[in-house]
C-alpha cells in the first residue's frame, strides 16, 4: 500500500462511523442536545400554577391538601414567609408625655419612610451631577489576556511509485503504522492598558453637566416638599383629631341631657301628669343619644389612626395627644391676595422644583444639538505580548522553542464627524424639543393649580371664620333655650317635643362651632402650605 493510499484509508475510517458520514453524525448530535435544551426548558413551567383555578403552592410548603379541598373549594392562602423583613416604625415615646403638634411633626420627620425616600432621591440625583462632570476625564481601562493554544498535523506523504520505474515506491511519512505529526503548543499573556479622552464636544458634555445641576436642584426641592407635606399631612390630621374629641364630649354631654330628660319623664308619669308614649319617646331619645356617642368615639378613633400614618408609625402606637380645641383662631386675612399670589408662587417647592425641570430639558435639547457637530479626542494604548511557542516535527525530529517579549504603545488624535444615521439625531433633537416644550406647560400649569390653591385657602378660612362666629352666637342662644326647656319640662309646664328639639338644635350648634374651629385651623394651615411658608412644626404655633 502506498502512503497515499494509506492516509486515504485513515482519512476515510476518521471521517465514517458504522458506514455514517461524520457530517451526518455531528447533525444528530446537534439535534439532540437541541432536544435536550428544549426539554429542560419547559419543565420550568412546573414553577406555574397548572390552571387558573389552581393555588399557587411555594415549593418550601409541604404537600398537604389546602383547606377547603375536601369540598372542591380552592384555597388561595399564603403561609407566613419567614425571610420577609417587617419592620414598621415604632419610636420610643414615653407614654405619659402629652404630645403638642411640633412633638408630633418631630416624630413624624425622623420616621416617616416618605422623607427618607426623598432625601434618597436627592443624593441619587447629586451623584448624577458627579457623572456628568467624569465625562471631562479620561477613561483608562487596564487587562490582560492570557491563552493555551495547541496544534497538530500529520506530515504530507511523499509517493514516488507513480513517476518511478516499475516497482520503485518511495514513501516518506503517511505510513499507517508509524504516522508522522508537526504540531505547536503556544503559551501567551498580553497586559494592556488603554485610554480614551474626549477633548472637544461642542458643548455636549457641558449641557449635560448643567442638566444634571437642574435635576440635583429639583430633587432637593423636592426632599423640601416632602417634609413640607409631612408638616401639612400631621397638622390636618392633628386637627381632625381635636374636632373629633370636641365631638365625642358633645356627645356625652346629649347623652348625660337625654338620661336627665328620660328621669324627668318617668317622674312626671309617676306624678300622673304625663302618658306612657312620652315616657318611651324619651327612651328613644337617650338610645338616640347613646348611638351617636358611639359614633362619634368611632369617628374619634379613626381620626387617630389617620394621624398615626400621616405619621408612618406603627398603628399600635398610644399616644398622648394635647387637646387644642380652646387655641385661638388666625385673625381674617385682609391684604389684598392677588398682590400675594406672585411672592407665594416663587416660595413653593413644587414651583421652583418644576422650573427646575423645565430648565434641564432645555439643556437636553443643547446636547441633542451638540450631536450633529464633530468630536476630538485622543486614543492611547500600551500592552505588551509576553509568550513562548514550541515547535515538534517527528518526521525530521526537531524541537524547537521561540519566546515573544514586544512592548508595544500608540498614542493618536482623532477628529470623527457625524455625516449619516439614518435620522437618528434629528429625532432625538425633536424629542428632547418636545420635552422641553411639554415641561414648559407643565410649568404654567403647576402656577395656576397653585394660585388656585392660595385663593380657594384663603376663602376657606374666610369662610370657616365666620362660620365660627356664627355658630358660637347660635350656641349661646340655643344652650339658654335647652336649659329653659328642660326646666320647664321637669316642672311639668313644657311638653316633651320642645325639650328634645331643644337639645337637638342645641347639639347641633355645638357640633357645627366645633368643626367650624377645626376647619379654620386646618385652613390657616392650607394656607401656610399653600404659600410655601409650612416649614417647620413652630410655623403653626405650639
Known amino acids: 500500500m502506498t502512503g497515499v493510499e494509506a492516509r486515504r484509508v485513515r482519512t476515510r475510517g476518521s471521517d465514517e462511523l458504522c458506514g455514517l458520514p461524520a457530517r451526518l ?194 430633587a432637593n426641592i423636592g426632599f423640601t416638599a416632602a417634609h413640607q407635606k409631612l408638616i401639612y399631612d400631621v397638622a390636618s390630621a392633628f386637627y381632625q383629631v381635636t374636632a373629633s374629641r370636641a365631638q365625642v364630649a358633645i356627645a356625652r354631654d346629649t347623652v348625660v341631657n337625654a338620661r336627665f330628660i328620660f328621669d324627668a319623664a318617668r317622674a312626671r308619669r309617676a306624678r300622673g301628669i304625663s302618658t306612657e308614649i312620652e315616657v318611651a319617646q324619651a327612651r328613644q331619645q337617650a338610645a338616640q343619644a347613646q348611638l351617636e356617642l358611639v359614633e362619634s368615639e368611632g369617628f374619634a378613633s379613626d381620626a387617630y389612626h389617620s394621624l398615626l400614618r400621616a405619621m408612618g408609625v406603627s398603628p399600635t402606637l398610644a399616644l398622648k395627644i394635647e387637646d387644642v380645641s380652646g387655641r385661638p383662631l388666625p385673625r381674617a386675612i385682609s391684604t389684598d391676595v392677588d398682590r400675594l399670589i406672585a411672592e407665594a408662587l416663587r416660595r413653593r417647592p413644587d414651583v421652583q422644583a418644576a422650573f427646575a425641570r423645565m430648565k434641564a430639558d432645555q439643556h437636553n435639547v443643547e446636547r441633542a444639538q451638540s450631536d450633529f457637530l464633530p468630536r476630538v479626542g485622543l486614543t492611547g494604548s500600551a500592552n505588551q505580548d509576553i509568550g513562548v511557542v514550541d515547535v515538534n516535527d517527528s518526521l525530521l525530529g526537531l524541537d524547537t522553542r521561540s519566546r515573544v517579549n514586544a512592548p508595544n504603545a500608540n498614542l493618536m488624535v482623532g477628529l470623527t464627524v457625524p455625516i449619516f444615521d439614518g435620522g437618528t439625531r434629528d ?98 394651615a392650607t394656607i401656610a402650605f399653600a404659600t410655601g411658608s409650612l416649614t417647620s412644626g413652630d410655623t403653626l404655633g405650639r
Open 25 to 218: 453524525i455531528r447533525a444528530g448530535a446537534a439535534a439532540i442536545i437541541a432536544l435536550v435544551a428544549a426539554g429542560c426548558a419547559s419543565e420550568s413551567l412546573s414553577l406555574a400554577p397548572a390552571s387558573p383555578q389552581t393555588p399557587y403552592v411555594p415549593e418550601t410548603t409541604q404537600a398537604a391538601a389546602p383547606a377547603g379541598e375536601e369540598e372542591g373549594r380552592p384555597d388561595f392562602g399564603l403561609p407566613p414567609d419567614p425571610t420577609l423583613p417587617i419592620a414598621i416604625p415604632r419610636p420610643e415615646i414615653d407614654a405619659s408625655r402629652t404630645l403638642g403638634l411640633p412633638d408630633l411633626i418631630d416624630i413624624a420627620q425622623s420616621t416617616n419612610p416618605a422623607t427618607s425616600a426623598a432625601w434618597e432621591r436627592a443624593r441619587q440625583a447629586a451623584l448624577a451631577v458627579g457623572m456628568a462632570k467624569a465625562a471631562y476625564l479620561p477613561v483608562i481601562t487596564a487587562g490582560v489576556l492570557a491563552g493555551y493554544q495547541r496544534s497538530s498535523e500529520a506530515n504530507p506523504s511523499i509517493d514516488l511509485s507513480a513517476s518511478g520505474p516499475p516497482g520503485f515506491d518511495v514513501s516518506l511519512g503517511g505510513s499507517q503504522f508509524l504516522p508522522q505529526t508537526f504540531s505547536t503548543t503556544a503559551r501567551e499573556i498580553v497586559p494592556a492598558a488603554t485610554m480614551n479622552w474626549l477633548l472637544l464636544d461642542f458643548g455636549g458634555r457641558a449641557a449635560s453637566v448643567a442638566a444634571a445641576h437642574e435635576l440635583s436642584n429639583a
Open 427 to 524: 429625532a432625538q433633537l425633536k424629542s428632547a424639543q418636545a420635552q422641553a416644550d411639554a415641561a414648559a406647560q407643565e410649568f404654567a400649569q403647576i402656577q395656576t393649580d397653585g394660585a388656585r390653591q392660595i385663593v380657594v385657602a384663603y376663602d376657606t378660612l374666610r369662610t370657616s371664620l365666620a362660620a365660627y362666629a356664627a355658630a358660637t352666637e347660635l350656641t349661646q342662644a340655643a344652650t339658654i333655650t335647652a336649659k329653659a326647656q328642660r326646666d320647664y319640662y321637669q316642672q311639668g309646664l313644657g311638653t316633651l317635643t320642645d325639650a328634645v328639639a331643644a337639645q337637638t338644635a342645641l347639639l347641633q350648634a355645638r357640633l357645627a362651632r366645633a368643626k367650624a374651629h377645626s376647619d379654620a385651623l386646618v385652613a390657616a
